[in-house]
Nanobody, 124 residues
Framework: QVHLVESGGGLVQAGGSLRLSCAAS????????MAWFRQAPGKEREFVAA????????VYANSLKGRFTISKDNAKSLVYLQMNSLEPDDTAVYYC?????????????????WGQGTQVTVSS
């Protein structure tokens, strides 16, 4: 079974940037798409961005478009999330997901593989 491991989280001031990485290991990554979700305390897990593994087509949450960029490196089985102009409301645990079973990439139920999450904290 493929394991996903996120890295790159941390504490940053508002207006700063972070780049998250997600590494897949333990097998061949077979998925329609990879995605990032996030979950803040007391809130449901929400979609951030997704990228199709083949063509590299991207989808973003409307509220994050223009600040966040998802990218991938198929050869290294890596997915990235570049986050710019971070705001305190971006504070959350960010999860990488894979093993997409359909093209409904904005819902968590589509994905069968999840990382353990990486904490992003944005101070004001």
């Amino acid at each position: 079974q493929v394991h996903l491991v996120e890295s790159g989280g941390g504490l940053v001031q508002a207006g700063g940037s972070l780049r998250l990485s997600c590494a897949a290991s333990g097998g061949t990554l077979t998925t329609y798409a990879m995605a990032w979700f996030r979950q803040a305390p007391g809130k449901e897990r929400e979609f951030v961005a997704a990228i199709t593994w083949g063509r590299g087509s991207t989808v973003y949450a409307n509220s994050l478009k223009g600040r966040f960029t998802i990218s991938k490196d198929n050869a290294k089985s890596l997915v990235y999330l570049q986050m710019n102009s971070l705001e305190p409301d971006d504070t959350a645990v960010y999860y990488c997901s894979g093993g997409a079973t359909s093209s409904r990439v904005t819902v968590p139920e589509t994905f069968t593989s999840w990382g353990q999450g990486t904490q992003v904290t944005v101070s004001s």
